[in-house]
T-cell receptor, first 116, second 114 residues
């Protein structure tokens, strides 16, 4: 079975400071990892994904994520936070061993609050 | 390109009533997914269509939920009869193919059962 954990319900960071939103996963095969963001009253928007290759993945809006196989983590990062980054962030995983099934498992979400 | 749309955006019904949610995927996307998020919890998978066929319905909570995708275009999710624990936000997503594609989400339907 595949699972995702986002250990922090909320992360507060000052504008201009670097931010990190944590995510760890569990799969039986190789992980396909995703980050999505949800702004108020909007659907989830895709930020970035890791499938294979370089462990550092760059995505939309200046975000990046680092895949760490030994720690089974895929933390989301940004060098300098903006107030407009304040939103709900979801980490998601799909197991390469899931056969024909495309089910993606999401974490519980982390609310990011960027303080001006 | 129009995104995934969902209707209604919000529905308030009484316990025992029926509600039908609709999802229009991005044109040309064969894969359509339904998810649900109950307050403060994770987004849970409900089911996956490939065109009009149900590929995986392992996340459907019980037989009060019925999903259809006639003609392989839009999809409906009917809850009959609704219970209090069905309250939450129902998301629909679509993707152009299987494998490694990301999914494109709609804005969700907030269902409140009173």
């Amino acid at each position: 079975a595949q699972s995702v954990a986002q250990p922090e319900d909320q992360v507060n960071v000052a504008e201009g400071n670097p931010l990190t939103v944590k995510c760890t996963y569990s799969v039986s095969g190789n992980p396909y990892l995703f980050w999505y963001v949800q702004y108020p009253n909007r659907g989830l928007q895709f930020l970035l994904k890791y499938i294979t290759g370089d462990n550092l993945v760059k995505g939309s809006y200046g975000f990046e994520a680092e895949f760490n196989k030994s720690q089974t983590s895929f933390h989301l990062k940004k060098p300098s936070a903006l107030v407009s980054d304040s939103a709900l962030y979801f980490c998601a995983v799909r197991d390469s061993n899931s056969g024909g099934y495309q089910k993606v498992t999401f974490g519980t979400g982390t609310k990011l609050q960027v303080i001006p | 390109e129009a995104g995934v749309t969902q209707f209604p955006s919000h529905s308030v019904i009484e316990k025992g009533q029926t509600v039908t949610l609709r999802c229009d995927p991005i044109s040309g996307h064969d894969n359509l997914y339904w998810y649900r998020r109950v307050m403060g919890k994770e987004i849970k998978f409900l089911l996956h269509f490939v065109k009009e066929s149900k590929q995986d319905e392992s996340g459907m909570p019980n037989n009060r939920f019925l999903a259809e995708r006639t003609g392989g275009t839009y999809s409906t999710l009917k809850v009959q009869p609704a219970e209090l624990e069905d309250s939450g936000v129902y998301f629909c997503a679509s993707s152009p193919g299987t494998g490694l594609y990301e999914q494109y989400f709609g804005p969700g339907t907030r269902l409140t059962v009173t």
